[in-house]
């Protein structure tokens, strides 16, 4: 059987546009898309370890370290010593977190309109299904709440 060549080129430019055009939109807000997606994690599976956020978007402890450190300094969350480990530290969102999330959604649906007023609604929620089946055969997926050793 004969593979389908795909142009990958489109795929990642087409990402990259799209991630500039939030970054613009995100900018009054202070903060950038991937904090955004931080505190969007936050806000579903609720308060967890910086270990486990770091494990859900498969990045280092120190890159996530970096990127919530930020979120801290602009009261978007709280990081406190976790009493069950002391070795680490959960992170919560904070009420200012919460009000900075729903800018950060209002951002998400006019990307999200975007890419359907560009794309039909069929072809935009097939992009949506295509992309999820990426993301999850890349290793990537929904954040998951921490399970606890009781």
Same mark, same amino acid.
């Given at each position: ?55 859900? =978007? ?5 890159s996530m370290s970096s990127m919530t450190e930020r979120?801290?300094?602009?009261? =978007? ?18 009420p200012d977190g919460r009000d900075v999330l729903e ?9 999200? =309109? ?34 606890r050793r009781t």
């Amino acid at each position: 059987m004969k593979q389908a060549l795909i142009s990958i080129h489109p795929v990642l430019h087409s990402a990259t546009l799209l991630e500039k055009r939030i970054e613009v939109l995100l900018r009054p807000t202070g903060i950038r898309h991937r904090q955004a997606l931080i505190l969007d994690a936050l806000a579903q599976i609720g308060p967890t370890s910086q270990r486990h956020l770091a494990k859900q =978007f498969d990045i280092s402890a120190g890159s996530m370290s970096s990127m919530t450190e930020r979120l801290v300094a602009l009261g =978007f969350i709280t990081q406190n010593t976790n009493p069950e480990n002391r070795r680490s530290d959960i992170l919560d969102l904070t009420p200012d977190g919460r009000d900075v999330l729903e800018k950060v959604w209002i951002v998400w649906q006019e990307a999200t =309109f975007l890419i359907t007023s560009t794309l039909g609604d069929d072809q935009a929620e097939t992009l949506t299904v295509l992309s999820t089946k990426l993301r999850n055969a890349l290793g990537g997926a929904q954040p998951e709440k921490e399970q606890r050793r009781t």
